[in-house]
Nanobody, 125 residues
């Protein structure tokens, strides 16, 4: 599967942008998906993940209650709704997918097999 993230940009603190991750292929609903982010000089950090059906989500503590992940399997797209943005949310955001035999969301970047190119989100104070 090929992934393409979009929707980033410069946002004021408190803003509510939505990121999208568009996938290729007809078997999108076979993939566990996740969002990660990476700040300069830091490791890639798990933001949240979503099950194949979209019925189950999990989030990092740092974004819980502010970010929401969803997916539209018919549109082959995953979303990240970000609310109440803070300057510390500034990062490159990546979408990722696990290969089809995996059914569980995990928080380790190395266990994801497919990655989008990343989209920069910059939050100004």
């Amino acid at each position: 599967v090929q992934l393409q993230a979009s929707g980033g940009g410069l946002v004021q603190a408190g803003g509510s942008p939505r990121l999208s991750c568009a996938a290729s292929g007809r078997t999108f609903n076979n993939y566990v998906m996740a969002w990660f982010r990476q700040q300069p000089g830091a490791e890639r950090e798990f933001v949240g993940g979503i099950s194949r059906s979209g019925g189950s989500t999990s989030y990092a503590d740092s974004v819980k209650g502010r970010f929401t992940i969803s997916r539209d399997n018919a549109r082959l797209t995953m979303y990240l709704q970000m609310n109440s943005l803070k300057p510390e949310d500034t990062a490159v955001y990546y979408c990722a997918a696990r290969s089809r035999e995996h059914i569980v969301v995990v928080t380790t970047a190395e266990r994801y097999d497919y990655w989008g190119q990343g989209t920069q989100v910059t939050v100004s104070s």
